[in-house]
Structure formats: structure tokens, C-alpha cells
């Protein structure tokens, strides 16, 4: 299986702040990567595929990255509503694999 | 606007069949891959498996032998069988579309325990 390594595990941020997080494959991926949201007790909320395309109603203030192994999720002039949980997922080969998640705190 | 929706027992006793269904509403369940996923604290996000609207199944390695999945695309409908279970399979179990996923049901939480 694809291992999927986020980094950071957790993240501190300040409201209006611009935010990195990278998520990075064992193997290549080409650009087969999927980031989610996730909240407390919600299910994840998809933002993005194929490594920079975002979802439909998805705002652009979320922007991705990356191909290959190497990718990154970013999100700026951070809101409330945008502390959450972030996952990365590739889908390149089967079996899907996620990466740990990355919470990002105020 | 497609939703998906899981359902079924949220108690499973131990050396039992777990058993969901996800209905689909929104739009037709041809040409996507339908998966199913689960989450635990200790394990984070796992593909339990997917199928296609075809009926053709691929199961996670580490769960086959125990998963069967369906589909039933004149229903909306795909289903879940987890047997075997054990405290380890207590978890969140989601259903979503698509291999790059795009949308996910709200999850239904099952334990396991006697």
C-alpha cells in the first residue's frame, strides 16, 4: 500500500493567517491526490482533486499543489469555519490510502 | 445534489455479521466507483473496499476473506457485510463516490461489543 505522511500532525493558526500543510506519498502518485475537511463529529468534506482542482462550491482560499510524491494543501486569510481537520488521500492505485490528518487549531 | 445516507444496526455482537446499506439520492449511481470506508481512532481513515456500478468489487487486503459488498443500482442502493466481527471493527462507517472521493454519506458509528 501507498503510505501518506501529513505534516505538521497540528497546526496553530490565527484568524486572517495563511496556512501550509503537506502531505507527502512512499511512492510516486502522479497527481492523483484528494484533500479533505473534516470536523468534530462530521463526516470529511471534500476540497479537492486531482492535486489542485477544487470541488464545486469549494472557495478559493483553499489551493493545492504538488505532483509526483510531494504535495501541499494551502489555505489563506484563515476564517473560524476553517478550523478542522485536513486529510490527504491518493488514488493512484488500489488500495486508496489517507494520509493522518492534520488538525488545525486557533 | 447527491447525498448519501448509511444505515443499519449501530450494536454488533461479537463473531457477528456487520450489515449497512447506503442509499443514494441525486442523481444515477452509473459510471462511479462506490466505496466503503471507515474510521477509528486508532486506525484513522481505512478503505473497506469499492465497486463499481457494474457489481465488479475490489476489497482491501486486509479485510478480505470477511467483506461483501453489493450494489443495486435500481434501488440507489449499495450494501455492506463485515462478518467476523470484532472490537477492532468498532468504527464510523462511511460510504462515498468516486476514486478521488467527492462525496461522502454522514457516517453511521457501529460497536462491537456483547
Known amino acids: 500500500d501507498i503510505q501518506m505522511t501529513q505534516s505538521p500532525s497540528s497546526l496553530s493558526a490565527s484568524v486572517g493567517d495563511r496556512v501550509t500543510i503537506t502531505c507527502r506519498a512512499s511512492?510516486?502518485?502522479?497527481?492523483?491526490l484528494a484533500w479533505f475537511q473534516q470536523k468534530p463529529g462530521k463526516a470529511p468534506k471534500s476540497l479537492i482533486y486531482l492535486a489542485s482542482i477544487l470541488q464545486i462550491g469549494v472557495p478559493s482560499k483553499f489551493s493545492g499543489s504538488g505532483s509526483g510524491t510531494d504535495f501541499t494543501l494551502t489555505i489563506s486569510s484563515l476564517q473560524p469555519e476553517d478550523f478542522a481537520t485536513y486529510y490527504c488521500?491518493?488514488?493512484?492505485?488500489?488500495?486508496?490510502?489517507f494520509g493522518q490528518g492534520t488538525r488545525l487549531d486557533i | 445534489q447527491v447525498q448519501l445516507q448509511e444505515s443499519g444496526p449501530g450494536l454488533v455482537r461479537p463473531s457477528e455479521t456487520l450489515s449497512l446499506t447506503c442509499t443514494v439520492s441525486g442523481d444515477s449511481m452509473n459510471n462511479y466507483y462506490w466505496n466503503w470506508i471507515r474510521q477509528s481512532p486508532g486506525k484513522g481513515l481505512e478503505l473497506i473496499g469499492r465497486?463499481?456500478?457494474?457489481?465488479?468489487?475490489k476489497y482491501n487486503p486486509s479485510l478480505e476473506g470477511r467483506v461483501t459488498m453489493s450494489v443495486d443500482a435500481s434501488k440507489n442502493e449499495l450494501s455492506l457485510n463485515l462478518s467476523s466481527v470484532t472490537a477492532a471493527d468498532t468504527a464510523v462507517y462511511y460510504c462515498?463516490?468516486?476514486?478521488?472521493?467527492?462525496?461522502w454519506g454522514q457516517g453511521t458509528l457501529v460497536t462491537v461489543s456483547s
Open positions: 488521500q491518493q488514488y493512484n492505485s488500489f488500495p486508496i490510502t
Open positions: 462515498a463516490r468516486g476514486n478521488g472521493i467527492s462525496h
Open positions: 511512492q510516486g502518485i502522479s497527481n492523483y
Open positions: 465497486i463499481y456500478d457494474s457489481g465488479s468489487t
